[in-house]
């Protein structure tokens, strides 16, 4: 009975450590919980407050007066158009380099000027088309001496299609890239498939090679759009504010002399977090759907 009972007793688990590998870690969730968890938190927190730190709803529901509502309007209609012409400019010039057989120096000199591109923006980026595309700018001084004034035709650096132009600069070369490596992940052996069954090269692309990339070009135009749609610093040196954004009149609300309701630019923020919150799980879903392919 002895033996059977001292068989048949568990053997006891051995305690488990902690694993220090998970320290390596420690920093990250730091950074994590200070500058994304804690601001979110004063963000959500803000938006329910009035002027006098009382509970409210009442910022939520100015969100829908018209002035605000215009705002959210016209930054969707910038991002978005930046974000398609940006995305075909760049996935057209993408391919042309890549595919397109030109030399490999071109490809090289592309992707630099790709990685310095995408990310000079704000203030210099609004000098920089204001010196060349202003009123007295380089090129519009240029023009004028063949008779031709931008001017003239109603066209201003100042307006939505001029500050459209700008984040162009900043948007395709960020389309280039992110679409490079999709372009790249085109394996010879599909093509060579598709020409051995008589297909053409337009029948390729539409049916062969565009599906493929589809997830990956319509995730990074949605990713475009969050990137034109939070935009602040380069709409504001550019037109001083005349051109109603979101970025701008969560500015004015925050740390404006006037129009100083700081629960009403939580809001505005929050409407912001809620649209980019949808283009990033939209990305996501995408971008694993396109993860099949490269495998």
Same mark, same amino acid.
């Given at each position: ?124 980026? %609004? @000098?920089?088309?204001? +010196? ?5 700018? =380089?090129?519009?001084? *240029?023009?004028?001496? $063949? #008779? ?60 062969? %090679? @565009?599906?493929?990339? +589809? ?5 990074? =135009?949605?990713?475009? *759009?969050?990137?034109? $749609? #939070? ?65």
């Amino acid at each position: 009975m002895t033996a059977i009972s001292e068989r048949a007793a568990p053997l006891a688990r051995p305690a488990r450590r902690f694993s220090r590998s998970w320290l390596g870690l420690a920093p990250f969730f730091l950074f994590a919980i200070f500058f994304i968890g804690a601001p979110v938190t004063y963000l959500v927190l803000g938006s329910f407050q009035n002027n006098e730190g009382q509970t409210t709803l009442q910022n939520y529901a100015d969100l829908a007066t018209p002035s605000i509502a215009n705002a959210f309007l016209i930054t969707i209609e910038v991002s978005l158009v930046t974000a398609v012409v940006g995305g075909i400019f760049g996935f057209l010039l993408a391919y042309a380099v890549i595919l397109g057989g030109l030399p490999r120096v071109l490809r090289d000199a592309l992707m630099t000027f790709s990685g310095v591109a995408s990310n000079f923006a704000g203030v210099p980026l %609004a @000098l920089a088309f204001i +010196f060349t595309l202003g009123q007295l700018g =380089m090129v519009t001084v *240029f023009l004028k001496n $063949f #008779g031709i004034d931008p001017y003239a035709s109603g066209f201003t650096i100042y307006s939505k299609l001029g500050l459209e132009l700008v984040y162009l600069y900043f948007q395709f070369p960020l389309m280039v890239l992110i679409i490079a490596p999709a372009i790249d992940g085109l394996r010879p052996e599909w093509r060579e498939a598709a020409e051995n069954m008589g297909a053409s090269s337009r029948q390729y692309w539409q049916r062969v %090679a @565009l599906p493929i990339l +589809f997830p990956t070009l319509l995730g990074t =135009m949605i990713l475009l *759009f969050g990137n034109a $749609f #939070g935009a602040q610093a380069t709409a504001y040196q550019l037109t001083s504010g005349l051109i109603p954004l979101v970025p701008l009149l969560i500015g004015n609300q925050i740390a404006g002399d006037v129009l100083h309701n700081p629960g009403l630019g939580y809001a505005m923020a929050m409407g912001m977090v809620a649209i980019m919150g949808i283009s990033i799980a939209i990305y996501t879903l995408l971008q694993r759907r396109a993860e099949r392919w490269r495998r």
